[in-house]
Antibody, heavy 120, light 110 residues
Framework: QLQLQESDSGLVKPSQTLSLTCAVS??????????WSWIRQPPGKGLEWIGY???????YYNPSLKSRVTISLDRSKNQFSLKLSSVTAADTAVYYC????????????WGQGTLVTVSS | QSALTQPPSASGSPGQSVTISCTGT?????????VSWYQQHPGKAPKLMIY???KRPSGVPDRFSGSKSGNTASLTVSGLQAEDEADYYC??????????FGGGTKLTVL
């Protein structure tokens, strides 16, 4: 059974860089047919796709966040990471990592989510 | 890209059917059949309920069904049960390797 686990970033100060990792177990992030996404949800609000990285390493980002986002793979640790720079209070959210199945066209496995608060 | 439009709330009594709409544009829902629906209970991660407009992943009850007409996709929950009370989000491929979500609909079982 595939499992995804986000790291705990907790509190980040405004203007700093938010960094999260997603450890994947029960499957390889290098397997073809899947991409690895980051999705966030501000408190009491809806879901927002941040971006994803293909198993091959190609990256695609939400145009509204593209200038501040970097997603990368670490095949040796079977994990992928998110960096979001120049954060503000508007970036406060629960951050989820998830697997996007090309065959299904949907996110079929999700981490439990981690709350990141941006505050001084 | 703008979020897909969903009604903020929907409700129904146990045993009834409820349909939730998801309206996009010709650049997303209207063009691609990669529409998916997610169920989210409070404090939990979303769960994939429908993919490719109308297909159900293994383990999802057949009470959940999806459809699409033009720029609007729909999720129908038949035979409502108490455990169906949750937030529901639609999502669509939007071209150029972009994904968009709807604003979410809170389903209440009366």
């Amino acid at each position: 059974q595939l499992q995804l686990q986000e790291s705990d970033s907790g509190l980040v100060k405004p203007s700093q860089t938010l960094s999260l990792t997603c450890a994947v177990s029960g499957g390889s992030i290098s397997s073809g047919g899947y991409s690895w996404s980051w999705i966030r949800q501000p408190p009491g609000k809806g879901l927002e796709w941040i971006g994803y990285i293909y198993h091959s390493g190609g990256t695609y980002y939400n145009p509204s966040l593209k200038s501040r986002v970097t997603i990368s793979l670490d095949r040796s640790k079977n994990q992928f990471s998110l960096k979001l720079s120049s954060v503000t209070a508007a970036d406060t959210a629960v951050y989820y990592c998830a697997r996007l199945s090309v065959a299904l066209g949907g996110h079929d496995y999700w981490g439990q989510g981690t709350l990141v608060t941006v505050s001084s | 890209q703008s979020a897909l439009t969903q009604p903020p709330s929907a409700s129904g009594s146990p045993g009834q059917s409820v349909t939730i709409s998801c309206t996009g544009t010709s650049s997303d829902v209207g063009t691609y059949n990669y529409v998916s629906w997610y169920q989210q209970h409070p404090g939990k991660a979303p769960k994939l309920m429908i993919y490719e407009v109308s297909k159900r992943p293994s383990g999802v009850p057949d009470r959940f069904s999806g459809s699409k007409s033009g720029n609007t996709a729909s999720l129908t929950v038949s035979g409502l049960q108490a455990e169906d009370e949750a937030d529901y989000y639609c999502s669509s491929y939007a071209g150029s390797d972009n994904v968009i979500f709807g604003g979410g609909t809170k389903l209440t079982v009366l």
